[in-house]
């Protein structure tokens, strides 16, 4: 089991340029979700996915959307970076369709927006 | 008041040592806690999830909860230089899963 994965490691995008960060879990997971984090402001909630066709805004949605591409897969767009998005993005996973169950999280991908 | 509240640290402690983190949440109506750890550079791990008051053990870690005081704490016994890192607290409320900002632990050999 590969657990949750994500794409890209790394990307650093100009401002305006757009991207899609995209997730993957093997675990038969319903739910997913969307983090970012920034020095000296924890883990913030971007969108969840409760399960397959549903999707829900978390804490800091603005700039982003998302798309449950199927079970295993939940994708992040950012459709006109800008420098405030710079963070490292967490993609997790959890076994019920409420939040709060434990999650379990992929490597991260950091991104820099220039 | 934020939601999920640790001290930042960092904690430093000698190898062999126990270790004592602490967590403090405000929803009164929350039923279930976590605690991850990251290393630096890496993504948060679950180690341990507690949902009833009292202490629950595995291994070197044990988590406390008491629901009453809002607290909830991880020890780890006999620390390891291997556990220097960030421990994350997460609490779930009536809403979302809600996040502290984490301690680091430093342990010296």
């Known amino acids: 089991n590969a657990g949750v994965t994500q794409t890209p490691k790394f990307q650093v995008l100009k401002t305006g340029q757009s991207m899609t960060l995209q997730c993957a879990q093997d675990?038969?997971?319903?739910?997913m979700y969307w983090y970012r984090q920034d020095p000296g402001m924890g883990l913030r909630l971007i969108y969840y996915s409760a399960s397959e066709g549903t999707t829900d805004k978390g804490e800091v949605p603005n700039g982003y959307n998302v798309s449950r591409l199927n079970k295993r897969e939940f994708s992040l767009r950012l459709e006109s970076a800008a420098p405030s998005q710079t963070s490292v993005y967490f993609c997790a996973s959890s076994a019920k369709s409420t939040l709060g169950n434990e999650q379990y999280f992929g490597p991260g991908t950091r991104l820099t927006v220039t | 008041q934020k939601e999920v509240e640790q001290n930042s640290g960092p904690l430093s402690v000698p190898e062999g040592a126990i270790a004592s983190l602490n967590c403090t949440y405000s929803d009164r109506g929350s039923q279930s806690f976590f605690w991850y750890r990251q290393y630096s550079g890496k993504s948060p791990e679950l180690i341990m999830s507690?949902?009833?008051?009292g202490d629950k053990e595995d291994g070197r870690f044990t988590a406390q909860l008491n629901k009453a005081s809002q607290y909830v704490s991880l020890l780890i016994r006999d620390s390891q230089p291997s556990d220097s890192a960030t421990y994350l607290c997460?609490?779930?409320?009536?809403?979302?899963?809600?996040f502290g900002q984490g301690t680091t632990l430093q342990v010296k050999p």
């Open positions: 997460a609490v779930k409320g009536t809403g979302k899963l809600i």
């Open positions: 675990m038969n997971h319903n739910s």
């Open positions: 507690i949902y009833s008051n």
